[in-house]
């Protein structure tokens, strides 16, 4: 047991106990060794399955509007038997420094409510694939947020030791480095491995339609029939629905399973926001959404 | 199927120059759902119009295409003929065969082909097309002039004396602008004070008028017949209405004659409590806060207090704020002086006695700092002045324009040089720009009066042996001339307000090349701007003289009353509508709105077997002005514009790059 995975069970218990949340959302053991697994904490009882360790672990962001939604149903269901009032249901999470980013990002965008969230923020050095040999994955390889900020708890560990990236992945920069044709070709090879089975689509906290633009019927933004143009144009409107958006989490990456290099994608996008617009952190939500306002400096080449 | 009629104009030449008009009605002829096409020499004359009625009738129409001009020319036009015809005025699509084809293509059987896939692509459109209607909204007849000079003052008046109350806010602590610290004005020679302090008068006596003087506009909203405006009311730490401009404070401030004068341009003092200049109007003092010693640093005799017997100064005074309701404005904020530091080698802000013209102007003035003396820094009359035209003026390297004023209020300093002094004087010029009533004789009066006249533009001004020296070119006698004169008065042009840029965010109107706001067109709509309800009057606009400004703000007023005689003002039909069901509530729409449009409600919904509340934004359709920066701005599709819908917009793509000309 680390450091790490009992201070989130105390921090658990303590806040279950008190009533102060309805569901603590961490991480278990998931059976056959096959790793961490979200777990949904209800009872006190429960936080010892409550594990965090190195582990690549699924962002639990995506999980909080509905478990948030439903916390606040049961809560309104007690209140209504018992006679008593309503309490904003609330619901605490397990968040690396990605993580806290993608809670930010469901809250700017108004789907769900920061009073309802309680962070428990834990300190990251980068999640290791110890598949064949143990290395950083691509997501976590140049992250610079490993410290989660603005929580409500932090976890005191030490950032531990990671192995040096053996295998450095592509960069923004050598991205840049190309010339046009070397992109198009190199992008061409990607998208061609591309399966469409939406797992970058669900497990993206910036998306958040009620009716996915990729699945339209009517209009039919996107044909169904596998060819280059389609399998361009499948990334190129996931990418452009998250501009402006996009927390540099990763996960779009990380559950990719013909391993398209997606963060290429959104770091590029992130570098230009940062050029064209100026704002130093484009990954962090916050008032000053880059591309959801105006300003007499925008800047205008194009006009 | 829906019963198509379409009409391709050939405009005279102006289309059938280069497009071959009865080869694309063939062609629209075949297109699926056209019963009837035709081409016609002037669609929108009475019999195109006629033509397009009986077809209505005739074949039974029930959409109708019109390949002619720009939708912004005659889009009314032809929605009026629909309409006449008994057919939903909005079964209507342009396609613009004039500006997109016959304009930019010169190939004849390129620009023929365009014209068919424009077609073919209206067509496949304007089967898709629905009835809209538009709302009847009350107008707030009352109007808000931002600017208290001449411009501002002559609009505010004439909209208060057609019977509507009107705001003027000015943002220094007097209204009358750059008029009032002028002297004499060309070519007529009357004094400027005279002629403008009535009608200063007339706005503050005027029961239609509330003027907010010291005040700036600091956000605008809503549209054309109902704007929200608020206004921010500086601090002037006196009670207005206690105040009687005695001027016993000013003579008691400790910092008395140390602070330089904004309305002298410098060349007189004021001390930190003043008033403006004396026939400032409104006639109160104000107590300027950033060089206050009392306000800056807490420490001061606060003499003024106590020598004001009214009990008028309150140092506890602060910025307020209060919004305004207007249904039109009229923008007439002005100019700044070309700033002569930046061009060094004239030695402006270096060399004493090298002043601008509205240095001069003060100099002049009999009511200026040396009572009307024109004398040099030292209190001599000088020998000899040297006027240098277009300062800051056609000149590549600051302002290519003509500021207009330049060359005829050089002449009339030149004028009243010879008049008050025995100095020489000379006129350093490119061209002499003189066309107005009277301009050019009064040209020809100041050279009578012995006013040297070198046609070349000077170079650069030096100080030798205590003179000041002119360089220049003589192009007439192609030879380099240097002058030695006491004083250098430069011809400073005009340049749009230093912060024009915000200015024109805030009251969203858009600006021209050179800085100034843009007139909605040139010619036609010269006092209107591109956002409807707000229009421009004076030197805001681009440099104008004061018959022009006056002209100009009268136009303005008159376009005003003209809104205000109407009750109602028809709201826009293709505006921004919510599909609730689709909107997931992120409110992403909401900052991007120019209007204000959007506003988040809570709506309930079944969810399961639940009953579920939820945010979703909804557009409020007399706000909405269909500008469609909330539908860019919608990831989720959820916003769509009336009239441009997906669906709308997809088949007219489709038909361009799916069909194919025959």
């Known amino acids: ?303 | 199927m829906k019963r198509i009629g379409v009409y391709i104009c050939h405009c005279g030449t102006n289309i059938a120059g280069a497009v071959d008009c009865s080869k694309v009605s063939r062609y629209a002829s075949g297109l699926p759902g056209v019963v009837v096409a035709r081409d016609y020499v002037y669609t929108c004359s009475d019999p195109g119009q006629e033509m397009i009625k009986q077809d209505i009738a005739g074949h039974k129409l029930d959409r109708v295409v019109i390949g002619a001009c720009s939708p912004r020319m005659h889009e009314p036009t032809f929605r009026n003929t629909l309409a006449e015809a008994g057919l939903s005025p909005f079964h209507l699509q342009m396609a613009n065969l004039r500006e997109h084809v016959s304009w930019v293509t010169h190939d004849r059987e390129e620009a023929t082909a365009k014209a068919m896939d424009l077609i073919r692509a209206a067509v496949a459109r304007v089967t898709l097309h629905t009835d809209l209607a538009s709302l009847e909204v009350p107008i707030t007849k009352r109007a808000l002039v931002v600017g208290g000079g001449i411009a501002g003052i002559q609009a505010a008046l004439d909209i208060a004396n057609a019977g509507y109350h009107v705001y003027l806010v000015e943002r220094e602590p007097s209204i009358g602008g750059h008029m009032a610290q002028l002297d004499k004005t060309f070519p007529t020679l009357d004094c400027s004070a005279c002629i403008l302090t009535p009608k200063m008068v007339d706005v503050s006596r005027h029961p239609n008028i509330d003027l907010l003087a010291y005040s700036e506009v600091v956000e605008v909203a809503g549209y054309v017949g109902n704007f929200r405006v608020r206004v921010r009311h500086k601090p002037r730490y006196v009670d207005s209405s206690k105040c009687t401009g005695c001027g016993d404070c000013v003579e008691a401030c400790v910092m008395k004659k140390r602070i330089p004068s904004e309305f002298e341009a410098g060349m007189g003092g004021r001390s930190a409590v003043y008033i403006p200049f004396p026939q400032a109007v409104p006639l109160k003092a104000v107590v300027d806060g950033t060089r206050c010693l009392f306000l800056t640093r807490g420490k001061c005799t606060r003499a003024c207090e106590e020598a004001c017997s009214r009990g008028a100064i309150r140092f506890d005074d602060s910025e307020r704020d209060s919004e305004l309701e207007v249904g039109a404005v009229v923008l007439a904020t002005g100019y700044d002086l070309f700033d002569a530091r930046t061009k060094p080698q004239y030695g402006y802000g270096i060399l004493k006695n090298v002043i601008d013209g509205l240095q001069f102007e003060r100099l002049a003035c009999a009511s200026g700092p040396t009572d009307g003396k024109i004398v040099l820094a030292n209190g001599c009359e000088p020998e000899a002045i040297a006027f240098l035209h277009c300062i800051g003026s056609r000149d590549v390297n600051s302002n290519r324009y003509c500021s207009r004023v330049c060359c005829m209020y050089s002449m009339k300093q030149a004028h009243l040089a010879r008049d008050k002094t025995r100095a020489r004087v000379y006129e350093f010029y490119i061209d002499i720009r003189a066309a107005g009533k009277g301009y050019e004789e009064f040209y020809e009066r100041v050279q009578e009066e012995g006013v040297h006249f070198i046609r070349g533009k000077a170079a650069e001004v030096s100080e030798r042996d205590g003179k000041l020296v002119v360089r220049a070119e003589d192009t007439t006698l192609g030879r380099p001339v240097e002058i030695a004169v006491d004083m250098v008065v430069l011809g400073a042009g005009l340049t749009p307000r230093s912060d024009a840029a915000e200015v024109a965010q805030t009251f969203h109107v858009t600006r021209s090349q050179d800085g100034f706001f843009a007139e909605a067109h040139p010619k036609l709509r010269p006092v209107e701007t591109n956002t409807r309800g707000i229009f421009l009057a004076g030197a805001c606009q681009g440099p104008k003289d004061i018959p022009e400004s006056v002209a100009q703000a009268t136009a303005a007023a008159g376009k005003v009353t003209a809104l205000f005689a109407q009750d109602f003002l028809r709201t826009e039909a293709m505006i921004a509508q919510v599909n609730e069901a689709m909107c997931s509530g992120c409110l992403w729409c909401k900052p991007v709105c120019p209007f204000g449009a959007i506003e988040a409600v809570t709506i309930t919904e079944r969810s399961g077997r639940r009953t579920v509340e939820r945010e979703v934004a909804r557009v409020n359709p007399s706000l909405c002005q269909g500008c469609g920066a909330c539908t860019a701005a919608c990831r989720t599709g959820a916003m769509s514009l009336l009239g441009y819908t997906d669906r709308q917009v997809l088949a007219e793509v489709d038909a361009i790059c799916l069909g194919t000309p025959s």
């Not at chain 1, 006190?44 to 509007?65: C, E, I, K, Q, W």
């Not at chain 1, 999640?127 to 932090?154: H, N, Q, V």
């Not at chain 1, 940062?274 to 130093?280: A, C, D, K, N, P």
């Open chain 1, 1 to 303: 047991m680390t450091d790490a995975t009992s201070q989130i069970r105390e921090i658990a218990r303590n806040l279950l106990s008190e009533g102060r949340v309805q569901t603590v959302l961490g991480y278990e053991e998931a059976p056959l060794g096959l790793g961490l697994r979200p777990a949904f904490v209800r009872e006190p009882s429960g936080t010892g399955r409550l594990v965090f360790d190195a582990r690549p672990t699924l962002g639990l962001a995506r999980y909080l509007p509905g478990e948030i939604a439903s916390a606040l149903a049961r809560a309104e269901d007690g209140a209504a038997g018992s006679g008593g009032t309503t309490r904003g249901a609330t619901v605490a999470v397990v968040a690396k420094g990605c993580d806290v980013r993608a809670v930010l990002r469901l809250v700017a965008d108004r789907r769900i409510r920061r009073e309802n969230v309680i962070l428990i923020g834990v300190p990251c050095s980068g999640s290791i694939d110890e598949e064949r040999f143990p290395r950083l994955i691509a997501k976590c390889s140049g992250c610079d947020a490993r410290l989660p900020e603005g929580c409500d708890f932090t976890i005191e560990t030490m950032a531990e030791p990671r192995p040096a990236d053996r295998h450095r992945p592509l960069k923004v920069e050598d991205l840049e480095g190309m010339t046009a044709d070397e992109r198009y070709t190199f992008w061409q090879r990607q998208f061609a491995r591309c399966i469409r089975c939406f797992a970058c689509r669900s497990v993206c906290p910036a998306c958040g339609c009620r009716e996915c633009a990729l699945e339209s019927r009517s209009p039919v933004w996107l044909e169904r029939d596998v060819n280059p143009s389609t399998q361009s144009m499948f990334h190129f409107m996931r990418l452009m629905h998250t501009a402006g958006r996009c927390v540099d989490c990763g996960e779009c990456e990380r559950v990719c399973p013909v391993g398209i290099p997606l963060t290429l994608l959104t770091r590029k996008l992130m570098s230009d926001i940062r050029t064209l617009f100026g704002v130093e952190h484009p990954e962090t939500p916050g008032d000053s959404e880059p591309l959801a306002r105006f300003g007499l400096s925008d800047p205008e080449e194009f006009i």
